[in-house]
């Protein structure tokens, strides 16, 4: 070994140390925040806010050579263990082990929370509404499919707030205890990932039978046991489950990302990048929606979606799903708002929660 390369790594040690130390630290100051908590009235531990105000600084004053992505996922997890070191967080996700739901979870708590696996929307909707657990974490629409239409029909008749959202990138593998596609019969995924990867198995795998599950991570737990079967799952789960990747990134369109929303029963306060989401209902005659907008466009809000939705009493009648930029308590977003609620025959406020890092 010469001279340099030990002097390299000694110096590689040391800061190793000054890290372990420095994090200690950084500990020792999270469980005086909830000494300081429990003798005054804010309660809150968990503060997806502040955690959002920390990310994005580590973004802005990185100067490399680790990208900033790399860094904030880095401290996402010193800040999940110190939290830990707070409280014991307990969170809600579509199961099993590795399911996407999960990753996106990983992504947006850390690792050091409690995970509960459930085999539904549904289930993890009713989760929070009963507080079985603090928050909970579900998809709500891909880049390419659209909007998953069991979370949008708990947005509209459950009380449920938004608290955050996260992005993440989809990656589809073929898994399989079979050593070629040509031995495949059947093919388990949830249904929105077969409509994802759909030409790819029209052109690989046309005459192999599709079966639904409830989660990727559920269809690659099953196809562990099956002859002559594969899965559609990232390749997170090939480790858990011991199935081999057969094929990988086998989605139609490269950049496949999936949004999911992190739902609890607070309000989130002012992080500095926002979102809010809104119901509403609108009288049928022309012109009302561009009417409806008008405030958005008077006060600069910019609205990064709108979606029809079927009210189911009437045929033809429609509610509006928006997101728009802007916390709730900006007085000029409170403004818009208001106004719009005036002109909605119905209209709901889901939550105000920072936008996906």
């Excluded at 409690?114 to 603090?134: A, G, L, M, T, W």
């Excluded at 990747?245 to 999911?260: G, V």
């Excluded at 008008?294 to 009648?317: D, F, G, H, V, Y």
Aim: charged fraction near 25%; glycine fraction near 4%.
């Amino acid at each position: 070994m010469s001279e340099d390369l030990k002097k390299i790594r000694t110096l590689i040690d040391k800061i190793d140390k000054q890290i372990v130390k420095t994090l200690n630290e950084r500990a020792k100051l999270a469980k005086k925040i909830k000494k300081a908590k429990a003798s005054s009235q804010k309660k809150d531990i968990f503060r997806p806010e502040r955690e959002a105000q920390i990310l994005r600084k580590i973004g802005s004053i990185n100067t490399g050579p680790l990208q900033s992505t790399h860094l904030q996922s880095i401290f996402r997890e010193i800040i999940s263990s110190c939290l830990s070191l707070e409280t014991s967080l307990k969170v809600s996700c579509l199961g099993p082990e590795q399911s996407y739901s999960n990753l996106a979870l990983t992504k947006f708590f850390g690792s050091s929370v409690e995970i509960k696996f459930n085999n539904s929307i549904s289930e993890i909707f009713d989760d929070v509404s009963k507080r079985n657990v603090d928050y909970g974490i579900v998809p709500i629409e891909n880049s390419n499919q659209g909007s998953i239409k069991e979370t949008i029909e708990h947005l509209i008749k459950d009380n449920s707030r938004l608290c955050g959202e996260v992005n993440l990138d989809i990656k589809h593998c073929l898994l399989s205890s079979s050593k070629k596609v040509s031995q495949i019969k059947k093919v388990y995924a949830h249904e929105q990932t077969f409509l994802q990867c759909n030409q790819w198995l029209n052109k690989n795998m046309p005459d192999v039978r599709r079966i639904f599950t409830t989660s990727n991570s559920a269809a690659v737990q099953k196809v562990s046991i099956l002859k002559n079967s594969a899965a559609i799952a990232s390749k997170n789960c090939s480790p858990v489950y011991k199935v081999d990747i057969l094929k990988n990134n086998i989605h139609d369109s490269a950049d496949n990302t999936t949004r999911f929303i992190v739902i609890g029963n607070d309000d989130i306060n002012i992080s500095g990048s926002d979102k809010t989401s809104i119901l509403i209902s609108i009288d049928n005659r022309a012109g009302a929606l561009n009417d409806l907008l008008m405030p958005l466009s008077k006060n600069n809000i910019s609205m990064s979606k709108i979606e029809s939705i079927p009210t189911k009493i009437n045929n033809w009648e429609y509610m509006f799903l928006l997101d728009i930029d802007g916390h709730i308590e900006n007085k000029t977003v409170n403004k818009a708002l208001m106004e719009i609620q005036k002109k909605s025959s119905f209209y709901k406020n889901l939550g105000s929660y920072p936008k996906s890092i």
